[in-house]
């Protein structure tokens, strides 16, 4: 199942935030390539994982960058292959 982008799913990954991007990054409305760019970040952005589900291509994590921008993220692209915490 998908978690919901409204309202945010809730912090089950409890992470600091930290450096974990692998290079430039769009952080996505949905956890499918489809849907809609909310911004692109890069490695120096801070992010702290919420959680992670099952979406195009393989698992997705929901996180929020240090900026205050919340949004998915395809797990290959991040540290740790991204959360380890189902949402």
């Known amino acids: 199942a998908v978690c919901p982008t409204t309202p ?3 912090d089950k990954d409890q992470s600091p935030y930290f450096y974990a991007l692998q ?10 390539w489809g849907w ?3 911004n692109t970040a890069g490695r120096n ?6 959680c992670y589900t ?16 919340y949004g ?4 290959p692209y991040l540290s740790g292959d991204g959360s380890g915490e189902r949402c």
């Open 36 to 38: 809609d760019i909310l």
């Open 8 to 10: 945010t799913p809730s």
């Open 72 to 75: 998915w993220v395809w797990d």
């Open 45 to 50: 952005n801070l992010v702290d994982y919420h």
């Open 23 to 32: 290079g430039d990054t769009n952080i996505r409305t949905g956890p499918y």
């Open 54 to 69: 099952d979406g195009e291509d393989g698992t997705w994590t929901y996180l929020r960058t240090k900026n205050t921008v």
